[in-house]
């Protein structure tokens, strides 16, 4: 029996607006994307996850959907989005759709409709209008903040003039979120799944999956930064064993992938979103949570597989998106500077704030890469991760545009500097992005020194991290079986800052500190390396190795190695 395409995929994440611009808009768009497909191909992913192109104002750059079935012009229309999809499946690669299902834009027309029709009215029901506290109703419904950390109730104008309702929304205020619990909810997604299955895409990665439902009586909560009334509701995993259904009906002809994007306390919570009957992937975000200690990967990666794999489902292993700080920066963050105020403290470690020494942060992303293509599953790669790019950390305040930044009093650094568009050649102003047809700027600045890190200056580059990537993915392919999806891990006497394990023949080795590691003979010929190596056998400080050994050799009780099983340290 072949085995779903997606178990095991590397699917490069695409956030549209930054990755090439074919119209000279200044804002990337599917004509760009179609331009450089053959990079994709080059580069030796198997898909993309395309960030949401859907016609939006824009408040937190589509994810603020104004039409679930339409194109955004911005981005191009239907010819184009056909067309794109055409070309990427001639060249081999699937195309997965980012899928927002908890809330939608302020300008959708059902929120317009919900607007006019005033209190009461059956339009208000399919989201979460409430009247306020205090005698005059000016005291929001509840005490819950929105994941930009303040308020997430807005009060609204009713159609007299007067202040009226409230409506809940988990992010900005230009997304209200959905009343789940009404019909009509459920049976527009259903249209919306099928349209785009029926138009020809290869699957969802379901954005904020654990969201959706909310509490029934929404109480106030406690204050923790996981509101347990406003995520991970039990009726949520109704929708899911549903659009399972859905995505069965397009069975066997079509292997359609339907990944969540999951963001709950435990891992027995994860589990359960992966039920034979339920989401057949969900991201596993912990990985990018961990700072560059051994001990921390370790832990998450044995979570993940003690967690995950009881399930039946492989792990969807992400190391950077376009919420997160890049990884170059997050690695190489030399003193983390804590946040005051209110912020979750998870932003702290995927926005860390403090001194960068980039090119150690540079060598620890090159190192990290090597890890994440080598464990079993799929992995998404973050665009502009291949090029090795540090966050641009000095966007000036004029030119920020990310709702996290604005909603937090400039607490929280955002996300404007992972999504700034990326660097393809030259050392104009544009670096290529927009072909050379740049009427307008970007819609980001991109910073100087974005010059040495374009495709053109690393492609022919043999140590550049672009010919890593491409070179690993190469090897992945060849060297990785899908059957092998267990690791055993091989510790190293006498030192705590490697992490070195087997899978199948290959055995993969980080070094997270500074002192050389001498690779064991046993472990077999050194395949390739995430930074050159100048001593035969030596790993250089924060790299990595893959070594091939064509008959795994067993270690003794004489040699400085000893097995055991990723289980080991649960
Ligand atoms: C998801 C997206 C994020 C967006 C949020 C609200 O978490 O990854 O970028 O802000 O949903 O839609």
């Not at 090597?370 to 665009?383: E, I």
């Not at 060849?478 to 030192?495: A, H, S, Y």
């Amino acid at each position: 029996m072949t085995l779903p395409w997606w178990r095991d995929a590397v699917i490069y994440q695409v956030y549209l607006r930054s990755f090439a611009d074919g119209d000279g808009d200044g804002i990337g768009d599917l004509a760009g994307l179609r331009s450089r497909l053959d990079y994709l191909v080059e580069l030796g992913v198997d898909g993309i996850r395309l960030s949401p192109c859907y016609p939006s104002p824009q408040h937190d750059h589509g994810y603020d959907i104004a039409d679930h079935t339409g194109i955004d012009p911005d981005y191009g229309d239907f010819e184009e989005f056909d067309d794109l999809l055409a070309k990427a499946h001639a060249r081999g690669l699937k195309v997965v759709m980012d899928l927002v299902p908890n809330h939608c834009s302020s300008r959708h027309p059902w929120f317009q409709e919900a607007l006019a029709a005033g209190p009461g009215s059956v339009e208000r029901e399919r989201f979460l209008f409430r009247d306020g506290r205090g005698a005059d109703g000016s005291l929001p419904p509840n005490n819950w903040r929105t994941q930009f950390g303040d308020p997430a109730w807005t009060r609204v104008t009713e159609p007299d003039g007067c202040s009226g309702q409230w409506y809940l929304h988990m992010f900005d205020a230009g997304q209200p979120d959905f009343n789940w619990r009404h019909p009509d909810v459920s049976t527009m997604f259903d249209g919306i799944l099928r349209f785009w299955f029926d138009r020809g895409i290869d699957g969802f990665h379901v954005s904020t999956a654990h969201g959706l439902y909310k509490h029934s009586s929404l109480p106030d909560w406690n204050g923790d930064f996981f509101n347990s009334y406003a995520w991970n509701q039990p009726e949520v995993h109704e929708i899911y064993r549903h659009w399972r259904c859905i995505i069965d009906e397009y069975r066997p002809e079509r292997e359609l992938a339907l990944v969540g994007d999951l963001s709950v306390p435990t891992m027995i919570d994860l589990a359960s979103y992966l039920r034979q009957d339920e989401l057949p992937q969900g991201c596993y975000g912990d990985l990018l949570e961990q700072p560059w200690n051994p001990d921390q990967f370790r832990f998450s990666i044995d979570r993940a597989f003690a967690g995950i794999s009881p399930t039946g489902a492989t792990i969807t292993w992400v190391l950077a998106n376009h919420d997160v700080h890049r990884a170059v920066t997050r690695y190489g963050i030399i003193r983390h500077q804590g946040y005051h105020g209110s912020l979750d403290p998870v932003i702290g470690l995927i926005r860390p704030r403090g001194p960068v020494d980039v090119s150690l942060g540079e060598r620890r992303a090159r190192a990290a890469a090597l890890l994440l293509f080598a464990l079993p599953g799929s992995q998404y790669v973050y665009q502009g991760e291949e090029l090795g790019l540090p966050e641009v950390l000095d966007i000036p305040d004029e030119a920020r545009q990310d709702p996290a930044w604005f909603r937090s009093g400039a607490l929280d650094p955002g996300r404007d500097g992972c999504r700034v568009p990326l660097p393809w050649s030259g050392k104009e102003a544009d670096y290529g992005f927009s072909h050379g047809k740049s009427a307008f700027s970007p819609w980001l600045p991109q910073p100087e020194w974005f010059a040495k890190y374009t495709v053109e200056e690393q492609w022919e580059e043999e140590t550049s991290t672009l010919s890593l990537y491409r070179n690993a993915l190469r090897q992945r392919r060849k060297v990785f079986r899908p059957e092998n999806d267990r690791i055993t891990w091989l510790d190293v006497e006498g030192r705590h800052d490697v992490l070195a394990f087997r899978r199948g023949d290959v055995v993969c080795v980080v070094l997270f500190g500074d002192a050389p590691l001498f690779l064991p003979r046993e472990w077999g010929s050194v395949m390739l390396t995430s930074v050159p190596m100048t001593r035969d056998r030596w790993l250089p400080n924060n790299s990595a190795a893959w070594l091939w050994t064509h008959t795994p050799s067993r270690s003794t009780s004489a040699t400085r190695f000893r097995e055991g099983w990723n289980a080991r340290r649960q």
